[in-house]
C-alpha cells in the first residue's frame, strides 16, 4: 500500500459521515506532527478567545501553555509553604516530646500541656482532661462525665480519632469551663491507654485538648499527624508514669 493510500485511510474526509469533533480530535491526537506537515492551515484557523476575537492556533496554544506553567508554579508555591509549615510543626513536636519526657508526674504533665501548648501551638487555651461515667478526677486531673460530652460531640467523640475543626459555645463553656473568652475552634485528641492504664485513672478517656479564639487556627483542613504522633507519645508517657 502506498503513502497516499495509508494516509487516506486514516485521515479524517468531509464525506465521512461517521466523523464527529471526538474523531477529529482523536486524529489530532494521534498525529501531533499534522499541522507541521500542513502548515498552511495554521493561516487558515482561528479560534474563538474569551474576549471575543479570533486569534491563531498558535497564539492559544501559547496561552495555555503559560496558563499551564502559572498553575505548575501555584502548585510548586504551595507545596514550598506546606513543607515550611510541616518542618516548623515538626521543630515543636519535637520540644514538646522531649519536654514531656522529663516530666516525672501527672502535675508536671498538666503543667506542661496548660503552658507550653498555648505557646508552641499559638493556643488560646488547652487541657489534659479525663472522661469516664463518674465525671470523677483523679488527682491533679479534672473530668467530664460522659454523657455531658457524648451530647456536646456526638460523633465526634464516638469516633475517638483526632478532630480539628469549630468549636460551637456550648462544646467551648464544657471543655474549658474556666476560660472567659470564647474558644471556636479546636483540636481534640483521644489518647488511647491500655486496660491496666485506663483502671488506674477510673476507666476514664483522657483527651488532649487544644482551643483557640480564632476560628481558622484548627480548622477541619489541617493534618492531624503531627497531633496524632504526640498523642501516642502522651499516652505512652501516662502508662509509664502509672505504672511506676
Do not use: W
Not at 464525506?15 to 499541522?35: C, E, W
Not at 501551638?121 to 479525663?130: K, M, P
Not at 483522657?206 to 504526640?230: E, G, K, M, V, Y
Amino acid at each position: 500500500m502506498s503513502e497516499a493510500t495509508s494516509a487516506s485511510a486514516t485521515t479524517p474526509t468531509d464525506d465521512d459521515s461517521t466523523l464527529t469533533a471526538a474523531a477529529v480530535g482523536d486524529y489530532l491526537l494521534r498525529n501531533p506532527q499534522f499541522f507541521h506537515e500542513h502548515s498552511q492551515l495554521l493561516l487558515e484557523l482561528s479560534i474563538p478567545h474569551e474576549s471575543g476575537r479570533a486569534i491563531s492556533l498558535l497564539e492559544r496554544q501559547v496561552t495555555l501553555f503559560r496558563e499551564r506553567q502559572e498553575h505548575l508554579q501555584d502548585q510548586f508555591h504551595e507545596f514550598l509553604t506546606n513543607a515550611h509549615d510541616n518542618d516548623n510543626l515538626f521543630e515543636k513536636t519535637r520540644h514538646m516530646i522531649l519536654a514531656l519526657m522529663k516530666c516525672q508526674s501527672l502535675a508536671a504533665v498538666r503543667e506542661l500541656v496548660e503552658a507550653n501548648f498555648n505557646s508552641e501551638f499559638n493556643a488560646s487555651a488547652s487541657a489534659l482532661i479525663l472522661v469516664n461515667e463518674a465525671g470523677a478526677g483523679h488527682g491533679v486531673l479534672s473530668s467530664i462525665a460522659t454523657t455531658a460530652v457524648r451530647a456536646a460531640l456526638g460523633e465526634l467523640y464516638l469516633k475517638q480519632t483526632t478532630y480539628c475543626g469549630p468549636l460551637n459555645q456550648v462544646q467551648s463553656e464544657l471543655l474549658f469551663p474556666q476560660h472567659p473568652a470564647p474558644l471556636v475552634s479546636a483540636a481534640i485528641v483521644p489518647l488511647k491507654l491500655d486496660e491496666p492504664t485506663r483502671a488506674a485513672l477510673g476507666n476514664s478517656l483522657p483527651l488532649l485538648l487544644i482551643a483557640s479564639a480564632d476560628r481558622d487556627q484548627f480548622n477541619s483542613s489541617l493534618d492531624t499527624l503531627f497531633l496524632d504522633f504526640l498523642g501516642e507519645v502522651l499516652a505512652a508517657h501516662l502508662q509509664n508514669l502509672l505504672r511506676n
